[in-house]
Structure formats: structure tokens, C-alpha cells
């Protein structure tokens, strides 16, 4: 591969600015046309041609209606509903190593929106998708920034390491006795643990190749930004090489002398730069020339750095720029703005809106006419009366003022045809909605249905910088990172979600709708689903439901039901893995054995390797082991226990219970009719059948008969025993 020139580089970068020339031109009066500023561009001329008319400044005015920014607005926020979120989901739901990486890279995810201030990015880049009409990002991972870990060790002049010795340094790590030195350590260069960055872009600053049909055809896209020369300078000219260090920093400073003019979208004015030098960024797609694509980053007069893409062997997904637009134009890698088609019409509605006020200052007010020889004189004042005298033979002539009216019909034309264009319903306040959840719910998919083309493309956009960000997570992210991201109970997993290449392969990202009605449906169908299907699911659907669930998969609540969900997952990734796994009599065995044989029936078991396979026989071993020892022992405890189950039954047994107001009360005995039956069933087991019960029963109340007899003093000469003597 032959590597360009910065002569080369500068052609290319010249040519493809001028190929996009109108266009920057127009997104940048889109941006002053939705913050209303658009007439300050044209102020000087419009000035000179007002004095030129000899028109006074009292009656100059220009009115802004500003229908584009609301406009704009709503379309943002409807696009926002169906792109708040991704989740990243398995490519292969029935693979577990899928399920398992799709989980861990689902945190990893969610701490890298939290690193990137995502909600800010999105909706910055919404926008600029609405506004501009394009929206570009770069995905890029930089070592630079990031916690701080450490520094680079000191080195002297041979760039040996340097050494604590005494009062000065060596470069030896151990003194005369054998002792090792401290390190001393540079702390001019810190070293950080890094950041998977997301940077957006502004799109008039992001060039192509003049032949490309599409963006994605192009062979190279251009970046080009501002930059303050003192970090080029620590970037760029901190080599340790004296020599060239000087002759960078001279080069980055003929930069910086010139004054450049750039675009700031803040104040929707071109300003003066200084101590900035323009950066220009080229990035070569992969092809036969640049196998792994290519990087060169350089200034107007020198080539400052240049590799070939990290991981660039991978393809698209590692190409750091990613674009995407509003709408297409007709064989053109670019895209337009809602704002060109409604650009006629905003400018009516501002002329419109000048004439009505301009009708109101000159001939607003009323007007009086009298005759020539008529004077008008105050007359007296009464409460809520004015008298006014006139002179002459006849009354003075009142003429109202002109309001403008006659353009209101036309202003409220323009208005209407212009929300028809979007596709908005002129009035859409939030006091006409309806109380009937269901219809809202119709209406919410309505308004989505039409942007759906702008939100898919906004929803794949989306999709590839996700996509990117985990696939340069899984590469450059630490162990430690991941489980801090993931938890310390993944732990054991991190190789699932790094062991796979290239990660867009294994993982697909499924948008969520962030909206109110949409998590209002979501809500309401998994409210259906509990009330019917409740009572019949086990422990380990239900949290597979849960952790559907918008709202309940994280909380605290449902943490010991998520672990039956999750045990199982782990036991067999960590066999299909290879590993050792031990069951646990603590384990809920009848669970892990449903899993186990569900795994084996599977057609990819039997791709395993055969030790896996004789692995999982042994853990099914293990389990029902431990299964039918929990079953005996339960056993074993029912024998000695007296079942309580059936309905309560009255017997002919009275016992002492508590009364209320003190004391006892004797009623009937209360027992369940599974424990007489238990009892029945124990005693025929003994050999006593109910027959000998009722025998016992009557010997029992002839015995109890003569015990009462005896004490009432009338004994019984069929109950009588021989009394031994006293003396």
C-alpha cells in the first residue's frame, strides 16, 4: 500500500468540500431558521435597500412567527419516543453462551450510556437529525482518558528506566545489597484505564468522496474540527525526541498564526478562531488497497499520524464514523431537512405577519374628519362619559383603524398547509385527549406510523453505534471494568461476552420505546398474562417474566425469585464451558434436573465435546442423587407427623379452653377429619379394628359409670375390690 502525501490529502480534502458546498450552506440556515435568527444574515442589505427607498425606521419591520423551531420540536419528540433505548438481546435465543453474552453486555451497555451522558447525546443528535437534515458520530476507544491508574516510569536520555538511590537516580532496580529501588515514575504522563468515546459530529463538517453514491460506498470520509493548538502540541510533539518535537511544534504553530472563520451553532455566527488549528481526519473503509482500512490524521501542511484501523480486520463494525440522515435526495450520498419543505410557507407566514403590523402602525389607529371651518373643544365630564363640542354646521366624520385582518386569512392558511406538510394536526393539546387509554394508545401508533421511514433509519443509525461501542468493549474493556459493570456474580461469565468475534454477530439490539403510552401497552399486556396465567406458572417462568418486565427486573423485591432463573443459566454455561461444577444439596434440585434434561434433548448437545457430555451425566447423577435423599428424608419426617388437612369435625371429647371473660369454658373437641382418618388408619395397622374400639367403648363407660357411683357413696357390687385391712 502506498501511503498519501500531505500535498494528496489536502487535494482530496479541498475537492470534497466543494462537492458539499451548497448543501453545509443550507444546514447551516436551517440551524438559524429554527432558532429564529435567520434575518440577521441579511440585515446589512436589507438596511441599504431600506434607505435607498427612503423608508423610515419607525415603520421597518420584520416579524418572525417562528412555526419551524414547534414543528421541528414535535417531530424530535415523536422520533425520541421510538429511539429513547437499545437492549441488547441473543442472536440465537436458544443458545445459552447467546443469552448469558447478550446479559453482560446489556450492563456494559448501561454503564457506557451512563460514561457518555447518553440522554444528552441523544437527544443533541435527534436535532441535528431533524434540524440539519444528517447526524454523523464517532465510535472510538481513547487510551487517554479515563481513571487514572498510574505513570509511565521516568527515563533518562537512553530511555532507560530511572531509579530512587539515595539522594539522586540509577538506572539500576537494586542497590549493593540486593535491595530493589522505588521506581521513580513521570508524572507528566499519567496513564488512565481508557474510554470507549461517543463523539457526535456536526454534519456540514463531514466530507465524502465527489463519485459516491451513498455514504456507505464512499472509500473515505473526511473529519474535519477545531482543535487548540497546545494539545496538538501534547499529543503530536511529546515524543522525548528533542529534534523532532521542534520541528512539530513549528509546524503546529504555522497553523495556529492564520485566523480561521467557523460556523458556531450556539450563536448562528461565523468567529474567529485563533490559538485553533483545523484538524482534518481521513478514515479509509477496508478494500484491497487498505485490507484493515486506514487513519490519517494531519494539519493543512504536515501528516501528524496515521495506522491502520484498530481491529479494522473486522469490517463495518469497527469503522469508527457512523452517518445517517433525514431524508433522501435522489442519487446522493446526502440527505435534506423537513425544514426545505417548509421553507415557502415560514416565509409567508413572517411576510404576513410584517404587513399585519405594519398595517397597525401607519393606519392602526382611528381617524377623525371635520369640516374645514369646524374645530373640535372638550366639553364636560361626566362619570363614564366624555363630552366633545364641535364647531361648524356639520358633525365630524369618525374612520376606524385597520386591525391588518384582511391578512389573517392568509397568514392562517400558510399555517395550516404547513403542519399538513409534516403530517400534524394543528392543534395538539393535551387537554383534547381522550380518558380511553386504548384509543390514546391507537393514536400514539398512528403519529409514529407516520415517521416510520425517518425512525427506522434513525433506529438502525442507532443500532450500529451500539453495536460498535460492545464490540470495542469486549476488546479493549478489562475484567475488572466488565464485572464492575456486569456485577461480581458474572464474574465467571466475562468470557462469554469476550470470546466472541465479531460481537454483531452474536448479539442483535432491540430499540425500546421510552414513550408513556408504549410502556402503558407493555404494562397492561403483562397484567393480562399475570391474572390468567399466574396460578399455573412455577418459580422459574415467573422470573423469566419478570425479567421482561420495563419495571420490576431490577428491583430488590424480586431478587431471591430472579436467582432461580439464574442458577440454572450459570450451571450450564459453566459446563458447556468445560468447567467443574459441583451441586449444591442447597440447589433446588427438582429445577436444575428441568434445565438439565431439557439441555440434553437438544440437537447441539450432541456436538459437545464428549467429556462435556459425560460432565453433564454426572451432574444429572449428582442431582438426582440429592433429589431422592430430600425426598426420603421428607418421608421419613411424614411418618412421624399427623396430617391437618380436611374439613373440622365435632367429637364426643370435651376439652378446657379460655374464656374471654376469665376463667374456662368446656366445649367439644375440634379435630380435621384427615387427622381421625390418619388415626383410624394407624390403630387397624395395630391389629384393633373398630369393632374392639366400641367393645373397649362400652367397658370403658361401664367403668366410668361405677366410678361415679362409688363416689356418690352407692357402690357397685359389679365394680367392688377388696379393700385391705387398716388398724
Not at 440577521?40 to 423610515?56: A, S, T
Not at 437529525?129 to 533518562?156: I, M, Q, R
Not at 484538524?279 to 477496508?286: C, T
Request: proline share 4%; aromatic share 8%; hydrophobic share 35%.
Amino acid at each position: 500500500m502506498e501511503k498519501k502525501t500531505a500535498e494528496e490529502l489536502n487535494q482530496l480534502f479541498n475537492t470534497a468540500e466543494e462537492a458539499d458546498k451548497k448543501i453545509f450552506a443550507e444546514m447551516r440556515s436551517n440551524i438559524l431558521l429554527n432558532t429564529g435568527k435567520h434575518y440577521e444574515r441579511v440585515q446589512k442589505n436589507l438596511e441599504h435597500g431600506l434607505r435607498n427607498r427612503n423608508v423610515n425606521k419607525e415603520t421597518r419591520i420584520r416579524l418572525t412567527k417562528n412555526h419551524t423551531k414547534v414543528l421541528c420540536s414535535n417531530v424530535q419528540d415523536v422520533l425520541l419516543n421510538q429511539a429513547s433505548d437499545f437492549v441488547p438481546i441473543p442472536k440465537n435465543e436458544s443458545e445459552i453462551q447467546d443469552q448469558k453474552s447478550a446479559e453482560i453486555a446489556k450492563a456494559v451497555w448501561l454503564q457506557g450510556k451512563e460514561d457518555n451522558d447518553w440522554n444528552d447525546y441523544l437527544q443533541r443528535t435527534v436535532h441535528s437529525f431533524v434540524v440539519t437534515g444528517e447526524t454523523a458520530t464517532k465510535v472510538s476507544y481513547d487510551p487517554t482518558v479515563g481513571k487514572l491508574t498510574g505513570y509511565e516510569p521516568k527515563l533518562n536520555e537512553e530511555g532507560m528506566p530511572l531509579y530512587y538511590y539515595q539522594e539522586g537516580a540509577t538506572t539500576s532496580s537494586m542497590d549493593e545489597n540486593g535491595i530493589e529501588l522505588e521506581q521513580i515514575l513521570d508524572e507528566t504522563k499519567p496513564i488512565f484505564n481508557g474510554k470507549i468515546c461517543i463523539e457526535r459530529l456536526s454534519a456540514y463538517n463531514l466530507m465524502r468522496d465527489p463519485n459516491a453514491k451513498t455514504m456507505k460506498e464512499s472509500p473515505y470520509v473526511i473529519i474535519r474540527k477545531m482543535v487548540p493548538t497546545a494539545k496538538l502540541v501534547r499529543m503530536f510533539a511529546n515524543t522525548g525526541d528533542v529534534k523532532a518535537d521542534t520541528q512539530m511544534k513549528e509546524k503546529i504553530k504555522e497553523t495556529s498564526d492564520k485566523t480561521y472563520k467557523i460556523f458556531d451553532s450556539n450563536s448562528a455566527k461565523f468567529v474567529e478562531a485563533k490559538g485553533m488549528a483545523t484538524v482534518r481526519e481521513f478514515y479509509y473503509r477496508q478494500s484491497v488497497e487498505h485490507p484493515k482500512g486506514y487513519i490519517y490524521i494531519c494539519i493543512e501542511n504536515e501528516i501528524l499520524y496515521d495506522a491502520e484501523i484498530p481491529l479494522g480486520e473486522e469490517g463495518e463494525i469497527a469503522f469508527p464514523i457512523k452517518h445517517t440522515g433525514y431524508d433522501l435526495i435522489d442519487d446522493c450520498p446526502r440527505y435534506s431537512s423537513l425544514i426545505r419543505d417548509i421553507r415557502p410557507e415560514q416565509a409567508e407566514i413572517n411576510r404576513a405577519a410584517s404587513k399585519i403590523a405594519e398595517t397597525q402602525v401607519t393606519v392602526g389607529d382611528d381617524k377623525v374628519f371635520i369640516p374645514g371651518a369646524g374645530k373640535l373643544e372638550k366639553g364636560a365630564s361626566l362619570p363614564g362619559i366624555r363630552v366633545i363640542k364641535t364647531g361648524g354646521g356639520r358633525p365630524p366624520v369618525v374612520v376606524q383603524g385597520r386591525s391588518g385582518d384582511q391578512f389573517t386569512g392568509y397568514l392562517k392558511d400558510n399555517v395550516q398547509e404547513m403542519y399538513q406538510k409534516i403530517g400534524f394536526e394543528l392543534n395538539l393539546s393535551n387537554a383534547a385527549q381522550s380518558q380511553d387509554m386504548d384509543f390514546e394508545l391507537f393514536k400514539s401508533a398512528k403519529l409514529k406510523q407516520k415517521f416510520s421511514r425517518q425512525a427506522l433509519r434513525l433506529e438502525n443509525y442507532f443500532k450500529s453505534i451500539v453495536n460498535c461501542y460492545l464490540f470495542l468493549a469486549s476488546k479493549y474493556k478489562s475484567y475488572e471494568d466488565i464485572v464492575v459493570a456486569a456485577g461480581k456474580n458474572e464474574a465467571f461469565n466475562i468470557d462469554e461476552f469476550k470470546s466472541y468475534t465479531p460481537l454483531n454477530h452474536l448479539i442483535s439490539v432491540q430499540p425500546v420505546d421510552g414513550d408513556f403510552y408504549t410502556m402503558f401497552g407493555k404494562n397492561k399486556e403483562l397484567t393480562t398474562i399475570s391474572q390468567y396465567f399466574g396460578k399455573d406458572m412455577d418459580k422459574y417462568t415467573q422470573a423469566a417474566v419478570i425479567k421482561s418486565m420495563p419495571f420490576l427486573n431490577k428491583d430488590p423485591v424480586i431478587k431471591d425469585l430472579l436467582q432461580e432463573y439464574e442458577a440454572p443459566m450459570n450451571m450450564l454455561l459453566a459446563l458447556d464451558r468445560g468447567d467443574e461444577y459441583v451441586p449444591s444439596r442447597y440447589d433446588d434440585s427438582k429445577n436444575m434436573l428441568k434445565r438439565l434434561h431439557s439441555r440434553v434433548r437438544e440437537p447441539s448437545f450432541k456436538l459437545l465435546d464428549p467429556t462435556i457430555q459425560e460432565s453433564y451425566e454426572a451432574v444429572i447423577g449428582a442431582y438426582e442423587g440429592i433429589e431422592s435423599e430430600q425426598t426420603s428424608e421428607a418421608l421419613r419426617l411424614q411418618k412421624g407427623m399427623i396430617p391437618t388437612g380436611g374439613s373440622l369435625v365435632k367429637c364426643d371429647l370435651y376439652v378446657n379452653k379460655p374464656n374471654t371473660r376469665g376463667g374456662v369454658k368446656t366445649e367439644r373437641a375440634t379435630v380435621s377429619s384427615q387427622a381421625l382418618e390418619w388415626l383410624i388408619s394407624a390403630m387397624e395397622k395395630q391389629g384393633l379394628a373398630q369393632e374392639r374400639l366400641i367393645e373397649i367403648d362400652s367397658v370403658q363407660s361401664a367403668i366410668n359409670i361405677g366410678e361415679e357411683a362409688l363416689s356418690q357413696g352407692r357402690p357397685d357390687p359389679s365394680t367392688q375390690e377388696t379393700i385391705p385391712p387398716t388398724f
